[in-house]
């Protein structure tokens, strides 16, 4: 993921990371957090009735110049930026929401990046119960502690990955995705729909997510909602 404008010290900067940085599963690990908890999650340019620009020019003006937040493609297409300025092999996936009701087209994008010998699910899109850290792929079946959230890998009947969150005592799917690697461009369609579909989340509502060490504040509509370790 290339932009003229990608600056990695401005990125450093703006996610509030002063340590060395290095082509590591740690610095992996530091950059995701350190962006996860310094950029929102928000859809106010949806609300506004744009199309999300998926141009990488404008989406470094748009999160490291002016401060904004972004949803899944422009956070996640952000970190890609990162990690090819660290020189840390990654590739994009595409993935299916599946809090839904009904089931959905793979509208969702992730990163697996490849570090130290293993490959990463990165994600720092998602909404409330997103990832706080990359997952390894390698450890199936295995529950993972994150801060106050509670995630597992597993694989489905077709050997599909399956991200679950633990909900309220109950693993909770969250998405599904293989190991396809994804263009750039195959989200154009995705972006378009979840940026004026009458029937996506992100048109119906407006919703922020900021992410912090010790939880989560989640506006939802006009209802502004505080998750801790504590409970809401």
Partial sequence: ????????????????????????????????????FSVPF???DVQAGKVISLVPEEIVDKLLHRGRGGYCYEVNGL????????GIPYCFVAARPMFY????????????????????????????????APLALDLLDTD??????????????????????????????????DLTPQEWIDFVPANYLNSTHPDAIFVQKLLIVQHHAEGRLILLGDTLKTVTAQGA
């Avoid at 793979?106 to 997103?130: N, P, Q």
């Avoid at 694989?155 to 969150?165: C, M, N, P, T, V």
Wanted: charged share 25%; hydrophobic share 40%.
């Fill in 1 to 36: 993921m290339h932009s003229d404008n990608f600056d990695l010290s401005t990125y450093l900067r703006r996610i509030n990371y002063t340590a060395q940085v290095s082509a590591d599963s740690a610095t992996l690990n530091a950059l995701m957090r350190h962006q996860l």
């Fill in 42 to 44: 928000e859809n106010l």
């Fill in 79 to 86: 970190f890609a930026m990162a990690l090819e300025a660290l």
């Fill in 101 to 132: 009701p009904a089931r959905r087209p793979k509208t969702h994008m992730a990163l697996i990046a490849e570090v130290d010998g293993r490959r990463w699910l990165c994600d720092l899109g998602f909404g409330s119960y997103g990832i706080r």
């Fill in 144 to 177: 993972i502690n994150q801060d106050f959230d509670i995630f597992r890998l597993t694989r489905d009947a077709k050997g599909e990955y399956l991200l679950q969150a633990r909900v309220e005592g109950e693993w909770a799917n969250q998405y599904g995705f």
